[in-house]
């Protein structure tokens, strides 16, 4: 799994070093520069504790899709003359990148969260089945409120 | 492939894009990348080291970056607003 998460990683690093070689604009070259040191920030924090890189990520999942989400919305409302279905498309894709970028790099973290919990548990004698359950479900309850903008604007559709 | 060798990319990727761009977020943000190669490269070579120092010194790396970052981009509107510009040649060229 840690390998898994070096390959997200690597991907992430050398799609954004490539758009930062070749993109002409400064905006989008930032995204670029942002892409990069996101994942050399989590390749050297996963070094040191896995532990803080999990909160980090599930920190940034939860406020930058939002961020993505609701900044999508005010410029498809304040920009009506814009081709309404490109603009949806390229906010939908952004945000389903940033989702999925968070999601796989923080999978890939169970093992050695597990490992830490395990380890912890045995020194304490605690029921280590029931603890480990109990710290899935919360933070996969936590890494869903990233995705909540996504679930309601389905269900305000349909 | 390892760290090390993203680290070469980095680095070459960062170094080739300051030699040929023109404009100074452009060339800023190319450093930076190549000093992320760095930074990546001093972490995975001090798994090998174990020196105390080593993790700090990339960490800080890291830290000197972002700031670097922030500091260009502060600057880089400011010269706009002054020069009307953000290429480097035209600077050189200014009068005045």
């Not at chain 1, 898994?4 to 989008?28: D, K, N, W, Y």
Request: charge should be positive; charged fraction near 10%.
């Amino acid at each position: 799994m840690e390998t898994f998460f070096l390959i997200i990683q690597t991907c992430f690093a050398i799609g954004g070093g490539g758009v930062v070689l070749f993109v002409r604009e400064p905006q989008r070259a930032v995204f670029g520069f942002l892409m990069v040191f996101l994942s050399v920030a989590s390749v050297m924090i996963a070094q040191q504790s896995p532990w803080i890189l999990c909160l980090i990520l599930i920190l940034g999942f939860g406020v930058i899709t939002p961020w993505i989400y609701i900044k999508g919305v005010q410029r498809f409302n304040k920009e009506p003359t814009q081709p309404l279905d490109t603009h949806l498309g390229i906010s939908r894709i952004l945000l389903l990148l940033v989702s999925a970028y968070f999601l796989l790099s923080i999978l890939p973290l169970w093992p050695s969260l597990l490992s830490d919990i395990q380890k912890s548990t045995a020194a304490n004698n605690h029921p280590s089945l029931s603890l480990w359950a109990v710290y899935l479900g919360a933070i996969f309850l936590v890494s869903v409120t990233g995705l909540l903008p996504f679930i309601i604007r389905q269900r305000s559709r349909s | 492939m390892s760290l090390g060798w993203i680290a070469i990319a980095l680095m070459t990727m960062g170094v080739l894009g300051a030699l040929f761009r023109r404009q100074m977020i452009m060339v800023s943000l190319n450093i930076d990348v190549a000093l992320l190669g760095v930074a990546l490269a001093i972490l995975h070579g001090n798994q090998q080291w174990q020196h105390p120092w080593g993790d700090a010194i990339a960490f800080g790396l890291l830290a000197l970056v972002l700031i670097h970052q922030l500091v260009m981009f502060i600057l880089a509107q400011f010269l706009f607003e002054k020069l009307k510009t953000t290429q480097l040649g035209a600077w050189r060229n200014l009068r005045g």
